[in-house]
């Protein structure tokens, strides 16, 4: 390698301890440790700074979160709206460099910092190229055919998710997932050898990964640059290139957990710039023949744009009707009309379980969007996610599908499937992924559903057996606090449809957000088509279900409930207490709506009874009262335990008049606007 690239690594390795002492704050250990792996890779990445969303661009993780100065030292070098200002602003209120990566800042493709969670978004960005490449690509003219890659550590290799997503990776031969395993031997703890001594690459090729050795990826640059040329050459396996580094190297606590999460002291700094030739006196400085060399690199990138846009424009030629969907597909639109093939239903038509309704959605609408991908953890047959006729995503030579398939097989890997969806959405192109589980194993992939909503990825998950209705599986399975809990999370639409043009309504909204993900609750048992329900009321999240003049009650349900509570209200009603129903299939939804509309719904003057056989955290914002289960459910058939715990028109109807009774003559505000 030419001088040029040793000065290049080591000016990484200075700034990013630069960066990290002036925010006195973060991690300079692995940055510098991880710096030549950097410099190599970023050198030769397809990418184009002033075009950051080609959709053709090579696809960055940095999984180990913690080491994110020296993401933004790349992004600064390589130009990117990363400003030398910016860096200086690192972990400060309000600038573009905070203290893990996310997607907002430009360059960062997704959100990361929990361990394990970005070589698992790695995973679904290999999907979601292998996907459109074959969806797209034609003889003379491959569209498609980037890579991905991504650096990870030993915590995200003691995560269990990125076991699941790197055991999917291997089943489906991604050989355009290209990993860089930062093998320094240290954790927050210390040395690994307390807790992790697990052979990492022996566990990456039971797998079927390649693993690739690099033993000196401190100062053997060459070394790293012929392992990138090897992995990239492998098509039919993802790789790992197993890297030895010594963490804060040139340091003087180089090699120890001492230079992991804090920052250099003043005078370490010093020796580090003296030993290799930078001036002590200066921070924050990098010399012009490193901005030459990366301003080379950056040419190289819009070259490479240029050239596919070219492609491009002769594909457009002869293949219109792709190049147009190619289109439309990365302004993020969805094609005009999409939604009139949504099926709508009156009182008369027959009962149905809403994963069955969820069902019939998914086989109306997969032949107009080919955007939507998805599948199931190992639930197919319960969670009803597979259209008929659909193709699984599986590599070709298996003869279990081909790689131009919507259909996942994810396993039994919540989580891995829950971080894989957001790595799918981030790729662009408008993927609409969706995964399906039971309601209470979206539990298992809680940290998933965090990122999705913190990043903004509008997955989808389909999460069937919502509540004690599934009856003989028992509490073990029987979500009770769930609802709760992913309401309570900022930026997520957990949807509980109470029949089928609810259900078309949830998934309405949920395929046309750009930025919000959607939970959709579904039942295993049957439930009747409500009469003067509609998509468009439900698409407000929530709406007067039966009206009723003077009345004295409103009973606000969701899901399985909503036909309980209309029985109730009609009893209510015929005994002189003139009641309202009202469905809340969306929180979120409901609370983005107007104040005058929201108090359409719940007006002051009257009490409003919640109905929920689930937890009642959270119904406070809405109702006085509530009918619930704040208690684990039990094993027994589903109508046995809807009566064990009073869900039943008499029982519902008692408890309700008991409110009504203790509301009689006093002043009823609503709670949409309570005086505190």
Known sequence: ????????????????????????????????????????????????????????????????????????????????????????????????????????????????????????????????????????????????????????????????????????????????????????????????????????????????????????????????????????????????????????????????????????????????????????????????????????????????????????????????????????????????????????????????????????VLGKIEESLPELIGGSADLTPSNLTRWGGAVDFQPPQTGLGDYAGRYIRFGVREHGMGAIMNGIAAYGANYKPYGGTFLNFVSYAAGAVRLSALSGHPVIWVATHDSIGLGEDGPTHQPIETLAHFRATPNLMVWRPADGNEVSAAYKVALESLATPSIIALTRQNLPQLENSSIEKATKGGYILNDIDNAKLIIAATGSEVSLAVEAADKLTSEGIPTKVVSVPDFYTFDKQSHEYKMSVFPHGIPVVSLEVMSSFGWSKYAHAHISLDRFGASAPADKLFEKFGFTKDVVADKAKKVVSYYAGKEVLSQLETPF
């Open 1 to 360: 390698m030419s001088d040029i690239t040793t000065k290049a690594v080591n000016t990484i390795r200075v700034l990013a301890a630069d960066v990290v002492a002036k925010a006195n704050s973060g991690h300079p250990g692995a940055p510098m440790g991880m710096a030549p792996a950097a410099h190599v890779l970023f050198s030769q990445l397809k990418t184009n700074p002033k075009n950051p969303e080609w959709i053709n661009r090579d696809r960055f993780v940095l999984s180990n979160g913690h080491a994110v100065a020296l993401l933004y030292v790349m992004l600064h070098l390589s130009g990117y709206p990363i400003s030398m200002e910016d860096l200086k602003q690192f972990r400060q209120l309000d600038s573009k460099t905070p203290g893990h990566p996310e997607s907002e800042t430009v360059g960062v493709d997704v959100t990361t910092g929990p361990l394990g969670q970005g070589i698992s978004n790695a995973v679904g960005l290999a999907i979601a190229q292998a996907n459109f490449g074959a969806t797209y690509n034609k003889p003379g003219y491959t569209i498609s055919n980037n890579y991905t890659y991504t650096f990870f550590g030993d915590g995200c290799m003691m995560e269990g998710v990125a076991s699941e997503a790197a055991s999917l990776a291997g089943h489906l031969q991604l050989g355009n997932l290209i990993a860089f395993y930062d093998d320094n031997k240290i954790s927050i703890d210390g040395s690994t050898n307390m807790a992790f001594t697990e052979d990492v690459s022996k566990r990456l090729e039971s797998y079927g990964w390649e693993v690739i050795e690099v033993k000196d990826a401190d100062t053997d640059f060459d070394a790293l640059a012929l392992a990138i040329e090897k992995a990239k050459s492998n098509k039919n396996q993802p790789s790992c290139i197993r890297m030895s580094t010594t963490i804060g190297y040139g340091s003087l606590k180089q090699g120890t957990a001492g230079v992991h999460g804090s920052p250099l002291k003043a005078d370490d700094i010093a020796q580090l710039k003296e030993k290799w030739g930078f001036d002590p006196a200066k921070s924050f400085n990098v010399e012009d023949d490193v901005y030459d060399y990366w301003k080379s690199v950056a040419a190289r990138g819009e070259e490479e744009n240029r050239k596919w846009d070219s492609l491009f424009e002769a594909y457009s030629k002869e293949y219109p009707k792709e190049a147009e969907e190619i289109k439309r597909r990365v302004s993020y639109k969805l094609p005009q009309g999409w939604e009139k093939v949504l099926p709508t239903y009156t009182k008369d038509d027959k009962p149905l379980a809403s994963r069955k309704l969820s069902e019939i």
